[in-house]
T-cell receptor, first 112, second 115 residues
């Protein structure tokens, strides 16, 4: 089973709409990261949110973290076709972990 | 310019052969990683290295051997290749070692097909 997992396999929205990708995780974490992977490329980090933070923004992106429910969300406003990608949440396996574990990803399609 | 260089971009191998995947990072990072991505298992952690020392190994098979000749190099040797090894292999690096407080920077990947 996954340490962190997105709640949707795929989402479709039309350009200009907002969309939220949700993630749940299983352990106590130090931080949670959101990555985006476009077709044929490696993943690229969007936001890193630490366990003592509740919200983090990066342009049109907003990440939230709820440690009580062990969940996080990534919201994208005013979506564009170039936001089409796979979105991953990722976290570690504990304070002494030497690895970051990724969820299975949510495929987001932004339609014209 | 890409700061993490993976070579080759595409690789075709026959079952039973051996291949080496190359990774060099020019970000001055201290930790490097290998991940594997296939249709069956999305973005799976394989190894982490810090200062050329193996920190974590999640790969059950000894057919996969990371090799670090320099601090900014982490190659991946795969022996006795099987069709199930077909995947895209990503190299990544981070400034610090450890878990999710460190941003991972990924290369473009090596797409391996084993026939």
């Amino acid at each position: 089973s996954q340490l962190a997992e997105e709640n949707s396999w795929a989402l479709s929205v039309h350009e200009g709409e907002s969309v939220t990708v949700n993630c749940s995780y299983k352990t106590s974490i130090t931080a949670l990261q959101w990555y985006r992977q476009k077709s044929g490329k490696g993943p690229a980090q969007l936001i890193l949110i630490r366990s003592n933070e509740r919200e983090k923004r990066n342009g049109r992106l907003r990440a939230t973290l709820d440690t009580s429910s062990q969940s996080s969300s990534l919201s994208i406003t005013a979506t564009r076709c170039e936001d089409t990608a796979v979105y991953f949440c990722a976290t570690d396996a504990g304070t002494n972990a030497y690895k970051v574990i990724f969820g299975k990803g949510t495929h987001l399609h932004v339609l014209p | 310019d890409p700061k993490i260089i993976q070579k080759p971009k595409y690789l075709v191998a026959v079952t039973g052969s051996e291949k080496i995947l190359i990774c060099e990072q020019y970000l001055g990072h201290n930790a490097m990683y290998w991940y594997r991505q296939s249709a069956k298992k999305p973005l799976e952690f394989m190894f982490s290295y810090s200062y050329q020392k193996l920190m974590d190994n999640q790969t059950a098979s000894s057919r996969f051997q990371p090799q670090s000749s320099k601090k900014n190099h982490l190659d991946l040797q795969i022996t006795a290749l099987k069709p199930d090894d077909s995947a895209t292999y990503f190299c990544a690096s981070s400034q610090g070692w450890g878990g999710s407080q460190n941003t991972l920077y990924f290369g473009a990947g090596t797409r391996l097909s084993v026939l």
